[in-house]
Each structure stands twice: as structure tokens, then as C-alpha cells.
């Protein structure tokens, strides 16, 4: 069983930031991927960013310039860190990890439980 607990989702004006931070836990061989998605309502779950094991993030065009990933991989964690936000980032924020819980397992994707954030005009 692995768990990704999100926190820090909230709601903010327009121009201020929030900060959501995500730990992986449980059994965890080896974790490749991790990375944030969001899902507006009534649109599809995008990707909003994600890193790979040893590289370098990759955001999406609406959020380049304005968040920051980062990732310590010690503590099986991501965070976000989201800046100059906007009305359009009102979303459930989920984090996602791909990961092997075993030696002998294929990578497999899991999920948060997803952090609803809000961002008034």
C-alpha cells in the first residue's frame, strides 16, 4: 500500500501564492516520477508539472514563470510552489508519484487525494 498525502490548498486572491507540499509513504521500492496535475471543473486532469528521478521539472505552458517544483527525493516528497496566481488556477490539485513498491513490480501511477485550491478575483 502506498499513500500520498497532499496539504496546503486553501484559498487566495488573485496575485497571492500557496504552497502545496505532497509525501509519498508505504511500500515504496523506488519512486520514478513525481508531479502535480489539476482538475478545473468540468475539464479533464492536466499536468501542471512533473519531474522526473534526477532531472529537471517540466511545466506547463500556462504555469511556466509562475510555479516552482521541487523535490527531495530523501523524503519521497513535492512541492509547488504557486505564485502570481490567477482566477484560471482554481482547481483540485493532485500530486502523483510513479513508482515501484516492489523490486519485481512494473512502475505504476498513484494518486493523492487531491487539495482544492481557489483563487478569487
Known amino acids: 500500500q502506498v499513500q500520498l498525502v497532499e496539504s496546503g490548498g486553501g484559498l487566495v486572491q488573485a496575485g497571492g501564492s500557496l504552497r502545496l507540499s505532497c509525501a509519498a509513504s508505504?511500500?515504496?521500492?523506488?519512486?520514478?516520477?513525481m508531479g502535480w496535475y489539476r482538475q478545473a471543473p468540468g475539464k479533464q486532469r492536466e499536468l501542471v508539472a512533473a519531474?522526473?528521478?534526477?532531472?529537471?521539472?517540466n511545466y506547463a505552458d500556462s504555469v511556466q514563470g509562475r510555479f516552482t517544483m521541487s523535490r527531495d527525493s530523501a523524503k519521497n516528497a513535492v512541492y509547488l510552489q504557486m505564485n502570481s496566481l490567477k482566477p484560471e488556477d482554481t482547481a483540485v490539485y493532485y500530486c502523483?508519484?510513479?513508482?515501484?513498491?516492489?523490486?519485481?513490480?512494473?512502475?505504476?501511477?498513484?494518486w493523492g487525494q487531491g487539495t482544492k485550491d481557489t483563487v478569487s478575483y
Open positions: 502523483n508519484a510513479v513508482l515501484k513498491s516492489t523490486r519485481w513490480c512494473s512502475s505504476l501511477p498513484n
Open positions: 508505504g511500500s515504496i521500492f523506488s519512486i520514478n516520477t
Open positions: 519531474q522526473p528521478s534526477g532531472g529537471s521539472p
